[in-house]
C-alpha cells in the first residue's frame, strides 16, 4: 500500500484514538501532579432545624479568587505518588527499618491501601488467568466433540456467563453465597459448620472472587478456541492419528501448537481486565477482604470526598501497571516483527 | 345580583388562597437529584406532579445520589438543578460552590415555610430542611417479653439483652446492625464516638484527633456488639439489615427514622414480626448523657449553574412538594418526621423526637468531615475482624485522613 493511501485509511482512527485514548491520558497524567488549592476556612454561624453552631466553611470568594489565578491547582511534583496513599515510601521505608522478619513487613504492607490492593490484584489476575484458558480450553475441545445437533445449545449455555453483565452476574452470586442463600447453605450443610460463611472469612472470599473471575470470563477463552479449532488443519490430526496417537498426544503434538497464537492472544486480553478487576468487589461487598486497583479509583471519585489527584495518579499507576505486565507479550511482538522485516 | 356578587367574592377570595398557597411555576426546567427513601420518593412525586406546559420535571432517586449530585451539579448549566441532601451531603455541594444561596426565592415563594426550616450558612438561606431524622433503637417487643428483660437503653443493656436472647436460644443473632464497610461501618463509629462524649478535629482546625481513649472504648463496643450479629455483617447495610429483620432474624437494632415507619410494610413479613414491632430512642453508651447518635435534616438545594428562571421554577416546585396539605395523607405524614408546619408527630416519629430532645449531637457539618468519614470506612474493617488492634486501626484512619485532607488542601 502506498504511504498515502495508508495515511487516509489509518487517518480516522488516529484521530480517534488521539480524541479518546492519549488526551485522556495525558489529562490524567497532568492532574496527578496538581492538587486544589490550600482551602481559605472561616468560622460561620450555621442555623438549622436544630438550632445555631458555630462550624467552619470554606472562604468561597477567597478561594474562587485563588482558583481564578492557577486554575489548574497547586503543583506537587510526585508527591502524590509517593504519599500514604499511594506508593508510600516514608511508611514503606518506617516498616523496613521496624520489622524483623520478612513476614512482619509484608503484613505491614498490607496495611498500606496501594500494597493490599496490588497484593490482591496480583494474585487475582495469576491465578483467574490461567484457570479460565485452561477451563476456556477444556470447555471448547468439550463442545467441539458433541454432536452436531447438541452443539448450538452446548455453545448458549457456555456463553450464559458472559452474557451476563459484571456487575449483575456478581450480585447474583452474592445472593446465592450468602449464608442463607442456596450455595451458602449448602456449603454449610456440607462442612457440618452452620457458622460457616463466605462473606466474612478473607481468604474464602478471595476464593469466591477468583471463582466468579473464572466463571465470568472463561466463556471468552471458550468461543477464541472453538473458532480456532475449527481451522485446526484435518491432514495433520488425521497423520497423527494414523502414527498411533492417543486423543490427548493429538491435543498435546497438534491442536494445542496450532492455538498458540490464540493463547497469547487470550491471555494478553484477560491479563488487562483482570489486572483492572472492580465488579465483583463491589458486587460482591468485599472491600473489608479485598481491593484493587479499580477499586480505590472508584472510591476516591466518590462524590463526598472527590479526591481527583489522588485517583488520577491511581489511574497512572493503574496504566503503568498494565504496561509492566504486558512487557513480556509486547517485547515478543516487537522480535517479531523486527524478524520479520529482515 | 346578590348572588352574582357572592359568587364573585367567593372566586376573588379562593384566587387570593391560592396565590397564598404553594403553586407550580409556569415554566422551566426542574431535575432532582436525591436519595430514595419513601419520604423522598414523595417529594419527587410531587415536584413530578408539577410537569405539563412549558415545565418539565425529571427526578433520579437513588442510593448512590451522593456520588453523582456533585458531579451532576458542577457543570454549567447543570444537569441537575435541585439536589436533595441531608447535613452531611450538603458540605460537599459547599466546597465545591455548586448550590445558590435562597433569600430572594424564599421571600417570593418560602411564604409556606417555617424560620426553622430555612439552613443557613453565615447568614445566607443554602437550603431548605423539610424532615429530621435519627438513628435510633427498634426492637421486637415480643422477643424481649419471652426473654424477660427491659427495653435497653444503653448499650451496655443491649449486650446483656442480646446475650440472655441467645443463651435461652430464641435467636442466633438477636443484634442488627448497619455495619458495612465504608460509609455504614463509619457512620456507626461516629454515633458511638459521640456518645463516648469525644471529638473528630482539633477545635478550629482539621487536625484529627480520633486516636484515644474514647475511639478505643468505641470500636470495643462495636466488636462486642458485632459478636451477636450475622456472621456477614460486614457487608450489610441498612437495606440488608431491614432484610434480617423483617425476616424475624434480629430482635434489637440501631436504625434510621426514615426506614422505621415503613420497616414492617413488606410482602412476606410474618404477623409476630409485625406486631412485635416496637420504637424507641437512642441508646447511650459508658455511662453518658450524649445519645450514642447523631440529628440528620433531610432538605433541598438549588443549583448555582442554571438559569434563574429554572432555579425559580426548581424552588417553586420544590415549595409545592413539601407544601403542608401533603400531610392529609396519612400514609405520607408517617414516612417521616416533617419539620412541615402542621406536622403531628405520629407513633413512627417517637425514636426521632427522642433523639432530638435528648441532646444528640447534630452530624458535624465541616468541609473535611467526608475525608474522615471516608478514613474511616477504609480502614475499620481490619479491626472489626479482628486482624488488628483498635490503636492500630485509630492510627491507620488518621493517617488515612491527613494523606487525603493534606491533597485536599486542608492541612499542610
Redesign the interface.
Known amino acids: 500500500m502506498k504511504h498515502r493511501t495508508f495515511f487516509w485509511f489509518f487517518a480516522p482512527t488516529a484521530l480517534a484514538m488521539l480524541i479518546f485514548i492519549a488526551a485522556p491520558i495525558v489529562s490524567v497524567v497532568l492532574q496527578s501532579f496538581f ?5 481559605v ?10 438550632g445555631c ?1 458555630i ?4 472562604d ?1 470568594d477567597a ?2 479568587a485563588i482558583r481564578g489565578e492557577k486554575p489548574l491547582g ?1 503543583f506537587v511534583g510526585g508527591s ?1 505518588y509517593l ?3 499511594h506508593l508510600a515510601t516514608t ?1 514503606v521505608a518506617a516498616a523496613w527499618r521496624g520489622s524483623d522478619s520478612m513476614g512482619a513487613f509484608f503484613d505491614e504492607l498490607g ?1 498500606l ?1 496501594f500494597y493490599r490492593a496490588i497484593g490482591f490484584t496480583l494474585v487475582y489476575t495469576f491465578t483467574v488467568t490461567p484457570l479460565l484458558i485452561i477451563l476456556g480450553f477444556a470447555i471448547a475441545v468439550g463442545v467441539n466433540s458433541l454432536h452436531k445437533r447438541l452443539k448450538g445449545l452446548a455453545i448458549f449455555f457456555s456463553l450464559l456467563p458472559f452474557i451476563v453483565t459484571p456487575l449483575v452476574g456478581s450480585l447474583i452470586m452474592f445472593w446465592m453465597i ?3 442463600g442456596i450455595l451458602g447453605s449448602a456449603l454449610q450443610w456440607m462442612a457440618d459448620d452452620p ?1 460457616l ?1 463466605l ?2 472469612s ?1 481468604s474464602l472470599t478471595w476464593i469466591m472472587l477468583i471463582v466468579y473471575g473464572v466463571w465470568h470470563s472463561a466463556p471468552f477463552a471458550f468461543v477464541v478456541f472453538y473458532a480456532g479449532l475449527q481451522t485446526v488443519p484435518q491432514d495433520t490430526l488425521e497423520s497423527a492419528q494414523i502414527d498411533g496417537a492417543s486423543r490427548w498426544q493429538q491435543i498435546r503434538y497438534v491442536v494445542l501448537p496450532h492455538l498458540m497464537p490464540l493463547v497469547t492472544f487470550v491471555a494478553l486480553i484477560q491479563l488487562m481486565d483482570n489486572f483492572r478487576v472492580f465488579e465483583p468487589i463491589f458486587g ?6 479485598a481491593t484493587s486497583l479499580s477499586w480505590i479509583i472508584f ?1 476516591d ?7 481527583l ?2 485517583a488520577a495518579t491511581t489511574s497512572v499507576l493503574t496504566i503503568i501497571g498494565v504496561a509492566i505486565l504486558l512487557m513480556p507479550v509486547l517485547v515478543r511482538t516487537w522480535r517479531d516483527f523486527r524478524g520479520g522485516a529482515h | 345580583m346578590f348572588l352574582k356578587k357572592i359568587a364573585i367574592a367567593t372566586a376573588v377570595s379562593l384566587m387570593g388562597t391560592t396565590a397564598m398557597a404553594a403553586a407550580c411555576p409556569d415554566a422551566g426546567r426542574v431535575s432532582i437529584v436525591g436519595n430514595e427513601f419513601p419520604a423522598i420518593q414523595t417529594i419527587g412525586a410531587g415536584a413530578s406532579a408539577c410537569t405539563g406546559g412549558s415545565v418539565e420535571v425529571s427526578t433520579n432517586l437513588t442510593a448512590d445520589h451522593q456520588t453523582i449530585n456533585l458531579p451532576g451539579m458542577i457543570s454549567s448549566p447543570a444537569e441537575y438543578t435541585s439536589a436533595i441532601i441531608a447535613n452531611s451531603s450538603i458540605v460537599a455541594l459547599m466546597n465545591d460552590d455548586v448550590i445558590r444561596p435562597l433569600g430572594d426565592l424564599v421571600a417570593a415563594h418560602g411564604a409556606d415555610l417555617k424560620p426553622n426550616q430555612l439552613i443557613t450558612i453565615n447568614g445566607e438561606v443554602m437550603a431548605v430542611a423539610f424532615m429530621a431524622n435519627a438513628q435510633h433503637l427498634v426492637y421486637r417487643a415480643d422477643v424481649l417479653a419471652e426473654a424477660g428483660v427491659e427495653v435497653p437503653s444503653t448499650y451496655e443493656e443491649m449486650l446483656a439483652a442480646a446475650e440472655k436472647i441467645r443463651s435461652m436460644g430464641l435467636m442466633d443473632n438477636p443484634v442488627g446492625g448497619a455495619y458495612a464497610a465504608g460509609w455504614n461501618l463509619a457512620q456507626e463509629f461516629n454515633n458511638m464516638y459521640l456518645g463516648h462524649g469525644g471529638e473528630f478535629f482539633a477545635a478550629g482546625s482539621a487536625e484529627p484527633t480520633i486516636n484515644n481513649e474514647q475511639g478505643v472504648a468505641t470500636l470495643e463496643m462495636m466488636k462486642s456488639l458485632s459478636a451477636y450479629m450475622n456472621p456477614d455483617f460486614l457487608t450489610h447495610d441498612s437495606n440488608a439489615t431491614n432484610a434480617e429483620y423483617r425476616a424475624g432474624n434480629v430482635a434489637l437494632m440501631n436504625m434510621w427514622g426514615s426506614r422505621a415507619a415503613t420497616m414492617t410494610d413488606a410482602d412476606g413479613v410474618s404477623d409476630a414480626v409485625k406486631d412485635g414491632f416496637a420504637i424507641a430512642g437512642p441508646m447511650t453508651v459508658a455511662g453518658g448523657d450524649t445519645p450514642a447518635s447523631t440529628l440528620w435534616w433531610d432538605g433541598f438545594t438549588v443549583a448555582k449553574n442554571i438559569s434563574d428562571e429554572d432555579a425559580e421554577a426548581t424552588f417553586m416546585a420544590m415549595v409545592k412538594a413539601i407544601e403542608p396539605a401533603i400531610l392529609d395523607d396519612d400514609e405520607i405524614a408517617k414516612q417521616a418526621v416533617w419539620l412541615i408546619d402542621g406536622y403531628e408527630p405520629t407513633e413512627a416519629a417517637v425514636g426521632v423526637f427522642a433523639a432530638a430532645n435528648s441532646g444528640t449531637i447534630p452530624y458535624p457539618m465541616l468541609p473535611y468531615m467526608g475525608l474522615m468519614h471516608s478514613a474511616l470506612g477504609a480502614e475499620l474493617a481490619d479491626f472489626m475482624q479482628g486482624k488488628e488492634t483498635a490503636e492500630q486501626a485509630l492510627a491507620d484512619v488518621e493517617a488515612a485522613y491527613i494523606t487525603a485532607a493534606k491533597e485536599k488542601g486542608f492541612l499542610n
Do not use: Y
Open positions: 492538587t486544589p488549592h490550600e482551602a476556612l472561616i468560622e460561620v454561624e450555621n442555623c438549622g432545624p436544630f453552631q462550624e467552619t466553611t470554606i468561597q478561594t474562587a497547586r502524590i504519599d500514604r496513599g511508611e496495611d491501601p450468602d449464608s442463607r457458622t460463611s462473606k466474612a478473607t460482591f461487598s468485599a472491600q473489608a477482604h472510591s471519585l466518590n462524590g463526598e470526598t472527590r479526591q489527584s489522588a
